[in-house]
């Protein structure tokens, strides 16, 4: 009883949720217009902007440093809690 009441809760929350309603939909028009694959540009844009400059790229191309470090990270491996 406890489980349904939390379901029925959350369900009708992500379903009043404007953020979520605008992805999903611009994730059907995506669909509709025959992507294949689908970026959410807006959540990019916000995990960029939080960069330090020197890591921010930028129209133009990333510099020499810059892409040094995208390397050097990409070949980090860590561990998640789920592994």
Same mark, same amino acid.
């Not at 294949?36 to 995990?47: E, I, L, P, R």
């Given at each position: $009883?406890?489980? +349904?009441?939390?379901?029925?809760? =959350?369900?009708?929350?992500?379903? /009043?949720? @404007?953020?979520? +309603?605008? #992805?999903?939909?611009? @994730? @059907?028009? =995506?669909? %509709? =217009? *025959? /992507?294949?694959? !689908? ?6 844009? $916000? ?6 400059? #020197?890591? @921010?790229?930028?129209?133009? *191309?990333?510099?020499? %440093?810059? !892409?040094?470090? &995208?390397? %050097? !990270?990409?070949?980090?491996? &860590?561990?998640?809690? !789920? %592994?």
């Amino acid at each position: $009883m406890i489980k +349904n009441a939390v379901i029925t809760k =959350a369900h009708v929350q992500v379903k /009043e949720d @404007r953020v979520i +309603n605008e #992805a999903l939909m611009a @994730r @059907r028009k =995506a669909q %509709d =217009a *025959g /992507e294949k694959t !689908f970026k959410d540009t807006s959540q990019m844009s $916000m995990v960029v902007n939080e960069l330090p400059a #020197a890591l @921010r790229p930028n129209p133009n *191309g990333l510099t020499e %440093d810059q !892409f040094k470090v &995208y390397k %050097d !990270f990409s070949k980090l491996s &860590y561990k998640s809690k !789920f %592994d």
